[in-house]
C-alpha cells in the first residue's frame, strides 16, 4: 500500500511563513497528481495547491501569490510554501496523491492523516 507522510504544520503570526512537506512511500510504480488541500472547522475540504496529471500547478484564488507548491519526484515529495499567512489560512491541511501501485493497472487516491496549520497572534 501507499502511506503519505505531512509534516511541517504548526502555529505562527499572521504575516508569517510555514513549509508543509509531504512524502509518498510504499509499492509505488507512478504518481499521477499531488498536492495539497485543506478543512477548516465547519468548512468543506478545498483545494489548496496541486500538480495535475500533466504537470502544471493549480492553486485557489485565495492562495495565489502566496503559496507555492513544489515537488522532488525522485523523493516522491511534495511541498507547499506558505508566505504571507492570514488566520483564515487556519486549517487542517491534507496531501493527496493519485498513485499508481505496483502490479496494479489503475491509479488509487490517497491521503495523508493531516497536518494543523494555526494563523493568529
Known amino acids: 500500500q501507499v502511506q503519505l507522510v505531512e509534516s511541517g504544520g504548526g502555529l505562527v503570526q499572521p504575516g508569517g511563513s510555514l513549509r508543509l512537506s509531504c512524502a509518498a512511500s510504499g509499492s509505488i510504480f507512478s504518481i499521477n497528481a499531488m498536492g495539497w488541500y485543506r478543512q477548516a472547522p465547519g468548512k468543506q475540504r478545498e483545494l489548496v495547491a496541486a500538480f495535475t496529471s500533466g504537470g502544471s500547478s493549480n492553486y485557489a484564488d485565495s492562495v495565489k501569490g502566496r503559496f507555492t507548491i513544489s515537488r522532488d519526484n525522485a523523493k516522491n515529495t511534495v511541498y507547499l510554501q506558505m508566505n504571507s499567512l492570514k488566520p483564515e489560512d487556519t486549517a487542517v491541511y491534507y496531501c493527496?496523491?493519485?498513485?499508481?501501485?505496483?502490479?496494479?493497472?489503475?491509479?488509487?487516491?490517497?491521503w495523508g492523516q493531516g497536518t494543523q496549520v494555526t494563523v493568529s497572534s
Open positions: 493527496n496523491a493519485e498513485v499508481l501501485i505496483q502490479g496494479s493497472l489503475w491509479y488509487s487516491n490517497y
